[in-house]
């Protein structure tokens, strides 16, 4: 590939096979330099990162979860998802913004497979973490609390959705995204 890094040039020659089958022209370059920073930490020994490299790192875990959820490659997900926390966990902590994120993530895995009551459990430590981070009047706690709606009507609680989460949550986001 003209113009791509010598490690993303190794990593897709070199790597293992889920590399090796990216078609170049239709892959996300951010998968394609994932994969690559991936291989390059993995050869150098440095998969667990501090600093910039630790942000970079769980970044990438979980854009390589996002293409593995595309593909309903639910197993890759969680496994590149428990890395990506691995990573928050020692970096941010447990109350941090990639926390929140990751919680959505564990959250719409658990939904694509079926698992409504642990989606349900996800999404309420979602919520928890969001407020603790950003307040219960920020728009990312509304939005949070729209997801635990979504996932209380998923585990067949639709009065307490209707009722408890999702009122609340458009009032919030009215309140503060207009």
């Excluded at 970079?56 to 996002?66: D, E, F, M, R, Y």
């Excluded at 990506?84 to 447990?94: C, D, N, T």
């Excluded at 497979?113 to 407020?131: F, H, I, N, S, W």
């Excluded at 609680?157 to 949550?169: G, Q, T």
Aim: charged share 20%.
């Amino acid at each position: 590939q003209p113009g791509c890094p010598l490690h993303i040039q190794i990593a897709l020659t070199q790597g293992d096979e889920s590399v090796k089958q990216v078609e170049l022209n239709t892959a996300s370059s951010n998968y394609i330099a994932g994969m690559g920073m991936l291989w390059k930490f993995q050869q150098t020994g440095k998969t667990k990162n501090v600093g910039f490299e630790a942000e970079l790192s769980w970044k990438l875990w979980l854009g390589l979860a996002q293409m593995h959820f595309a593909k309903a490659h639910y197993s890759d997900v969680e496994k590149c998802l428990e890395e990506a926390k691995e990573v928050v966990l020692k970096q941010f902590g447990e109350v941090s913004a990639p926390m929140v994120q990751l919680h959505k993530h564990f959250a719409n895995l658990s939904i694509a497979l079926g698992r409504y009551p642990q989606a349900q459990r996800d999404a309420l430590t979602m919520l928890e973490v969001c407020k603790k981070v950003y307040g219960d009047g920020h728009p990312e706690s509304g939005m949070a609390q729209r997801h635990v709606g979504s996932c209380f009507t998923l585990v067949g609680k639709y009065e307490e959705a209707l009722k408890e989460w999702f009122p609340p949550a458009r009032e919030l986001l009215k309140k503060t995204m207009g």
